[in-house]
């Protein structure tokens, strides 16, 4: 057994024991349903939100490129619901900005969960953040060790989460427009703390997985990860996979992002321009009423009365 894995299993023997410590009021250790490869840790009040997500993760479809069994290699899959905020930042072990909605520690096979009233994700936000905290965890296992760039470990698990749609495009065009997206010279993306620069990396590198996805869609990913898993690396799968090296890469990524996402594309989508079109004709629709109107009352004035006085 090597050093990492007896200090991930130290870690989260740690972390198990100390879960029903006394950080809050609700000091008792929590209960557990479990349902292979799933084990769901939760506290009084949180029974039925505990067994709606394991349901909801035992239909969870399978993740893009990867085997349907890959959760389950590697041991359990933890899943902590916490009760309040001390608890989550506990078990997260306080590396989740305000804004982070859970968190993932695939080296020791665990995740955490929100399970009070917070700004991190409302309830019904849950399954999506659950399952996107699951594409962390199953992609470091599958790599098996294989060091993986936070770009694409971040927007791996965006893309199989469904975070990736025309809302988030949109997002993009608009941090394009206001000069919030950071220079698109490398893929090592800068990870700032604000929620709302950080939102703006999150975007860019799901971009980046979705650019990899149209060259090739889920067989080249599955095989792309599964060269990266046998080398080891990311550049060689790259290679071997898309005819890439990282330097092409990022150049073509980098050159899509500004044509599909600039702000000069703005005027060019049907819908923008038929919008702008409406109000353009509904000003001129305004000003050429008002005109009407004001010749019309004009040409009252000087028509004679119905019934003049010399009748």
């Known amino acids: 057994m090597t050093r990492s894995v007896v200090l ?41 939100l505990a067994a709606r997500l394991l ?4 239909a969870f479809r399978p993740l893009p490129g990867l085997p349907a ?41 665990v995740v955490v969960l929100p399970a009070y009233a917070s700004h991190r994700a409302a309830p019904h936000e849950l399954g999506r ?11 470091h296992r599958y790599l098996n060790g294989a060091a993986i760039p936070r770009w694409f470990d971040e ?14 495009g949109w997002q993009l065009r608009l941090a394009f427009l206001l000069r919030r997206a950071p220079p698109l010279d490398s893929l090592t993306l800068e990870w700032p703390s604000a929620e709302v620069d950080a939102r703006v990396a999150y975007l860019l590198a799901t971009s980046a997985v979705d650019f990899l996805m149209d060259r090739g869609g889920y067989r080249a990913l599955g095989r792309f990860l599964e060269r990266w898993r046998e080398h080891g690396a990311l550049a060689p799968a790259l290679r071997q996979t898309y005819g890439l090296t990282l330097s092409q890469f990022e ?34 629709f305004g000003v050429r009423r008002r005109r009407d109107r004001r010749r019309l009352e004009r040409l009252r004035a000087t028509e004679p009365p119905d019934d003049p006085a010399f009748w």
Not at 10 to 38: I, M, N, W, Y
Not at 55 to 58: D, G
Not at 132 to 137: M, R, Y
């Open 55 to 58: 349901s909801t993760a035992r």
């Open 251 to 284: 150049e073509d990524w980098a050159r899509e992002v500004r044509k599909q996402y600039g702000w000069t594309l703005l005027l060019s989508y049907s819908a923008v321009f038929w919008a702008f079109a409406g109000l353009l004709l509904a000003a001129l």
């Open 69 to 109: 069994s890959v959760l389950a290699q590697g041991g359990p899959v933890h899943i902590f619901l916490a009760p309040d905020p001390a608890r989550f930042d506990s078990l997260a072990g306080g590396r989740v900005p305000e804004w982070g909605a859970g968190v993932a520690r695939p080296d020791i096979g």
């Open 155 to 168: 927007g791996y698990a965006r893309y199989a989460a469904g975070e990736w749609d025309w809302e988030g």
């Open 129 to 139: 953040v659950l399952r996107h905290e699951l594409a962390h965890v199953a992609l």
């Open 8 to 48: 991930a299993a130290a870690t989260l023997a740690a972390l198990l024991s100390g879960a029903g410590g006394s950080l809050t009021a609700e000091g008792a250790p929590p209960a557990q349903l479990v349902d292979s490869p799933f084990v769901v840790h939760y506290w009084p009040g949180r029974e039925r």
